[in-house]
């Protein structure tokens, strides 16, 4: 049955049907919404790109590359990016893994925020074998060249025109895609506890990472002290103390340091204030009562001293 296409803000809408499962015997139409990628920031793979919108939480590269090689038979595709693969953060990590590789041949200079993007970029093994799509992601579709791309978008068009049912999946082998269910959930139980040695290779990536680092950071900082300021002037940072006189002194000056932190703390809760108010006031009254004591003495011998 012929339909009119429907276009949305310049996206064409191509309807799949998703397979039956035990859970749900009924078939459900999903819709993608699919246009040419013209991203804000033009590469060169944006002109041969088609931008996919609202691909189902299951979709794989595989599913695409089934979809457009197989199922509409338009074009060929080289590679799928989704959502969460190719973003800024990701692209200058991987930036940075060539730089970092290439830096001994080139004597390229790697700064600390070079390997601080690639320290982020360093993750554990993971404990799943097939990632799910969040639900309305969008993916690009990478195809070997524009006709292709140009000539996959027509059959999308005309195959909703026309109203040609397509499974979503529908012959594909399932070898190439991992399962779920509960399938999934059992993989994901015998993969919480990875192989020893990858492990320890993430391990020891990210701790060498974060070395390199602190090293980085410590030579970036000596170096920026050592540059005069406007003024002409050089700010002279002093050095560890070596010899056991400079360790006496340090430690002394850390005493005080703790004796000044520690000024007041003394008298934290009331009754010890209050405490010491009388203990105050009863050294008051006994010096009073003393030089009392010692003015009548004066007052007592005055005049019977006298000198010879």
Same mark, same amino acid.
Not at 171 to 191: C, F, Q
């Given at each position: !049955?012929?339909?009119?296409?429907? =276009? ?5 809408? $191509? ?14 139409? *999903?819709? $993608? ?27 794989? %590269?595989?599913? +695409? ?5 197989? =199922? ?8 799928? &990016?989704? %959502? ?17 590789? &290439? ?34 992601? *969008? ?9 292709? !791309? ?21 012959? #594909? ?8 269910? #509960?399938?999934?959930?059992?993989? *994901? ?17 990210? !701790? ?9 950071? @410590? ?5 920026? +002290? ?15 103390? #070596? ?6 002194? %340090?430690?002394?000056? +850390?005493?005080? @340091? ?17 405490? @010491?108010?009388? %203990?105050? =006031?009863? =050294?008051? $009254? ?5 030089? @009392?004591?010692? +003015? ?13």
């Amino acid at each position: !049955m012929k339909v009119e296409s429907v =276009q949305v803000e310049g996206y064409t809408t $191509l309807p799949v049907q998703l397979p039956t499962t035990p859970l749900f015997p009924e078939p459900a139409t *999903h819709y $993608l919404y699919i246009r040419p990628h013209e991203p804000r920031i033009p590469d060169p793979d944006s002109t041969r790109s088609l931008f996919i919108v609202n691909v189902p939480i299951d979709t794989t %590269e595989a599913h +695409l590359r089934h979809l457009f090689g197989t =199922q509409l038979a338009a074009g060929r595709v080289e590679k799928v &990016q989704f %959502e969460d693969v190719q973003t800024k953060k990701r692209a200058a990590a991987t930036t940075t893994e060539t730089n970092l590789t &290439q830096s001994k041949k080139k004597r390229k200079r790697v700064t600390a925020d070079d390997f601080e993007r690639y320290l982020d970029d360093i993750t554990l093994p993971s404990t799943w074998d097939r990632k799910l799509q969040k639900s309305g992601a *969008h993916a690009v579709v990478i195809f070997a060249d524009k006709p292709s !791309m140009e000539s996959s978008l027509k059959a999308a068009t005309k195959a909703a025109r026309r109203g040609t049912t397509i499974i979503w999946g529908d012959s #594909l082998p399932s070898d190439r895609i991992p399962v779920l269910g #509960l399938n999934r959930y059992v993989a *994901h139980e015998r993969m919480q506890y990875p192989d020893r040695g990858t492990l320890l290779r993430a391990v020891n990536e990210f !701790m060498t990472t974060f070395t390199q680092v602190s090293e980085v950071r @410590k030579r970036e900082d000596h170096k920026r +002290l050592a540059v005069p300021d406007d003024d002409g002037f050089v700010t002279v940072s002093h050095g560890p103390k #070596l010899n056991s006189v400079a360790r006496e002194e %340090e430690m002394r000056e +850390l005493v005080e @340091k703790q004796k000044k932190k520690g000024e007041g703390l003394e008298d934290f809760y009331r009754f010890q204030s209050r405490e @010491k108010g009388k %203990e105050r =006031q009863n =050294q008051l $009254l006994r010096r009073f009562d003393e030089d @009392k004591k010692k +003015l009548a003495e004066i007052k007592a011998r005055k005049g019977k001293i006298r000198p010879e």
